[in-house]
Every structure is written in structure tokens, then in C-alpha cells.
């Protein structure tokens, strides 16, 4: 039977102080069936540069056929404000705004867009929708957390996505020059692991069909920088026909990773023209970043530098560049095992 992590640590607590005896080891504790469950380490969001903040608002909304209806008839400069609350339901953006006068639609923790169910779905859909700022609130329940599709110049900041189905924010269908900053992603893959990244850049080869009319889906220029992410597969995964993004001051824990095999590191880089920068990362199964040639050409001409790598029991290196072409500086830094698989930093 497992129990309440608090009402177990005081229950171990009471028996510790009358015999002066610890009953357990570091993997939990165990008194006559009863199984101490060792909470995550808490996921702590960076502070950083270039946050967005949200003006006074131009609409209030309550519950979730209001906040439809202003997204639906949302026009440039507006600003919706989330009061604390449950919005049960799928919520879509088909209106821009534009680069002077965005969108704002801006929240706290407590206002939750919750979808329902991890098996279908997207909690909120940029669907051909630029110029917007989704702002502080939480996404929770759906088979994919937040969605752009051909968004351009949208900023997606201090949202805690969670309890996901596969993966928590994703680019693609030619989403350029977004801005993915300071959101804390967990609970990813709850309806397969092996989908559950974090931030997914662009779309695989395989989907191109289905996700960009057959077209190499050229999500570019987008900056994801400042997340705390504990994904089940990739926290951040870099499809290939994306190029020119920055990848800078996320935080990384792998503790949960490894929904499939090919989920053993941090940060999956099939793009090219990449800057890896200043990110954090603790326990992984393999390497703590990848590159991978899908298509030929790609994969290459990325720059990794001043990374902190703790493989904390991973088989692999720090930065594996199965690719080549690419720059590894050596202010990259590794504990628990070496930089490279092969070659030199520079």
C-alpha cells in the first residue's frame, strides 16, 4: 500500500525519535507493508532575460464558453485575462494578431485549461494563428499540451503544462520565430512514453504528409530557452528541415526518461544552425545531447557551449555527435563520464 509521502515521512519520523533506529535505505522505507515513496526532486523554473509582461487586460473571462468566445472573436491588442478557475475543454485560436499589437491571453498556475483526458486532443491550439502570448496559466489533461501550427512570432511563457498524453509544446507546420521561455513541463507520456517530449521542434520526416502537406516542415528560428522540463522521452526534441534555432538556459532531469529506446538523451538535434548554450541537465540514460542525420545534410553546423552535463549513471558521453560537423567548445562541462565519444572539443 502506498501512502502520502508527508504522512509517511512523519509516521517513519515518529518511530526514528522513540527508537532512535532508521528502518530504511535511500529507496524508501518499508514497516509492515507499508512503502515509503520518494517524492520528484521539485522542478525549479530559471530566472532569465526577455520575459513578457502581460498589460491591463481588455477582457476578463470566468469559465470556458467565455474564454472561447474571446479567443474566437479576439482581434489585435487584445488582452484576456484567465481569473482562477477550471476551463474544462480544448480551446483553439484561429485569429492573429500582429506583430505591434499580439495577443494576449495571460493567467495564473491556478487557472487551468484542463482537456479532459490524456487520449486525444490539444489543451490549446495555435491553428494558423501568429502574434499571440500565452502567458502564466497551466495546461493540464490532454493528449498534447500546447500546439502551433504555422504560428509565427508567438511567445508561449511561464505556462506549467503537465499530466500529458505525449508531448507538452510543439512547433511545427512552419511555426517560425516563436519564443518558448520559462515554462515548467512534467507528466509528459502518460499516454505513450515514447511521445512524451517536452518541446518538439518541427515534425519528423514520416509525418511531413499529415503535418505539412508533404513539405519539409521548416519550423525555424525558434528560441526555447529557460524551461525546467522532466519529460519521459526527449526534453527537447529537434526535427530535422528545422535550422536557425536557440536552445539556452533550460534545465534538464532525466529521471523518468526512457520511454523507448531511442529516448536515451536530453536533447535530440536533426536540424542544422543550432545554438546549444548554457543549458543544465541531471541523470539521463544514455548521453545528455544527440546528433542524428535523418536526412542527409542534416543534423550539422549546430554549436554546443557552456552546457553542465550530470550524466548521474548514464552509459553514454555528454555531447554524442554522431554527425560530425558540428562545434563541441570545451566550455561544455561533464560530470560522470567523458565529453566526447570520439575527436576533441574546441
Known amino acids: 500500500m502506498k501512502v502520502d509521502i508527508k504522512l509517511a515521512m512523519g509516521l517513519v519520523g515518529s518511530l526514528v525519535m522513540a527508537t532512535g533506529v532508521w528502518l530504511g535505505g535511500a529507496g524508501g522505507t518499508e514497516l509492515t507493508g507499508l512503502q515509503l515513496v520518494s517524492a520528484p526532486t521539485p522542478l525549479v523554473v530559471p530566472n532569465g532575460p526577455g520575459k513578457v509582461r502581460c498589460p491591463q487586460p481588455t477582457k476578463i473571462v470566468g469559465n470556458a464558453n467565455e474564454l472561447q468566445r474571446a479567443i474566437s472573436s479576439a482581434?489585435?491588442?487584445?488582452?484576456?485575462?484567465?481569473?482562477?478557475?477550471?476551463?474544462?475543454?480544448?480551446?483553439?485560436?484561429?485569429?492573429?494578431?500582429?506583430?505591434?499589437?499580439?495577443?494576449?491571453?495571460?493567467?495564473?498556475?491556478?487557472?487551468?485549461?484542463?482537456?479532459?483526458?490524456?487520449?486525444?486532443?490539444?489543451?490549446?491550439?495555435?491553428?494558423?494563428?501568429?502574434?499571440?502570448?500565452?502567458?502564466?496559466?497551466?495546461?493540464?489533461?490532454?493528449?498534447?499540451?500546447v500546439m502551433g501550427d504555422r504560428t509565427i512570432g508567438s511567445t508561449i511563457q511561464g505556462l506549467t503544462v503537465y499530466n500529458?498524453?505525449?508531448?507538452?509544446?510543439?512547433?511545427?507546420?512552419?511555426?517560425?520565430?516563436?519564443?518558448?521561455?520559462?515554462?515548467?513541463?512534467?507528466?509528459?507520456?502518460?499516454?505513450?512514453?515514447?511521445?512524451?517530449?517536452?518541446?518538439?521542434?518541427?515534425?519528423?520526416?514520416?509525418?511531413?504528409?499529415?503535418?505539412?502537406?508533404?513539405?519539409?516542415?521548416?519550423?525555424?528560428?525558434?528560441?526555447?530557452?529557460?524551461?525546467?522540463?522532466?519529460?519521459?522521452?526527449?526534453?527537447i526534441d529537434i526535427k530535422e528541415g528545422t535550422s536557425g534555432g536557440r536552445i539556452i538556459g533550460n534545465v534538464f532531469d532525466g529521471s523518468v526518461m526512457g520511454g523507448d529506446q531511442v529516448n536515451d538523451s536530453w536533447v535530440d538535434v536533426k536540424g542544422n544552425n543550432y545554438l546549444i548554450e548554457g543549458n543544465s541537465g541531471k541523470k539521463t540514460v544514455m548521453d545528455g545531447f544527440q546528433t542524428h542525420e535523418i536526412i542527409d545534410g542534416w543534423g550539422t553546423g549546430n554549436v554546443f557551449r557552456k552546457n553542465l552535463i550530470n550524466l548521474?549513471?548514464?552509459?553514454?558521453?555528454?555531447?554524442?555527435?554522431?554527425?560530425?560537423?558540428?562545434?563541441?567548445?570545451?566550455?561544455?562541462?561533464?560530470?560522470?563520464?567523458?565529453?566526447?565519444?570520439?575527436?576533441?572539443?574546441?
Not at 484542463?114 to 486525444?120: A, E, I, M, P, R
Open 75 to 145: 482581434r489585435a491588442g487584445d488582452v484576456i485575462r484567465l481569473r482562477p478557475g477550471i476551463y474544462r475543454g480544448r480551446f483553439v485560436a484561429q485569429k492573429s494578431g500582429s506583430r505591434q499589437q499580439p495577443i494576449y491571453l495571460c493567467g495564473t498556475p491556478t487557472s487551468v485549461l484542463d482537456g479532459g483526458g490524456v487520449k486525444k486532443g490539444y489543451g490549446f491550439h495555435l491553428n494558423k494563428a501568429s502574434f499571440w502570448r500565452l502567458v502564466g496559466f497551466t495546461v493540464r489533461n490532454s493528449q498534447k499540451g
Open 164 to 235: 500529458i498524453g505525449d508531448e507538452a509544446i510543439h512547433l511545427r507546420n512552419f511555426s517560425s520565430a516563436n519564443i518558448v521561455q520559462y515554462n515548467k513541463i512534467y507528466n509528459t507520456g502518460l499516454r505513450r512514453a515514447k511521445f512524451g517530449e517536452g518541446v518538439y521542434l518541427g515534425s519528423a520526416k514520416s509525418n511531413w504528409n499529415q503535418a505539412s502537406g508533404g513539405r519539409m516542415d521548416q519550423s525555424n528560428n525558434n528560441l526555447v530557452r529557460g524551461n525546467a522540463i522532466r519529460a519521459t522521452a526527449e526534453a
Open 312 to 346: 548521474a549513471g548514464g552509459r553514454g558521453v555528454g555531447i554524442n555527435d554522431t554527425v560530425g560537423g558540428n562545434t563541441i567548445a570545451c566550455s561544455n562541462k561533464v560530470i560522470g563520464g567523458p565529453l566526447l565519444k570520439k575527436g576533441s572539443c574546441s
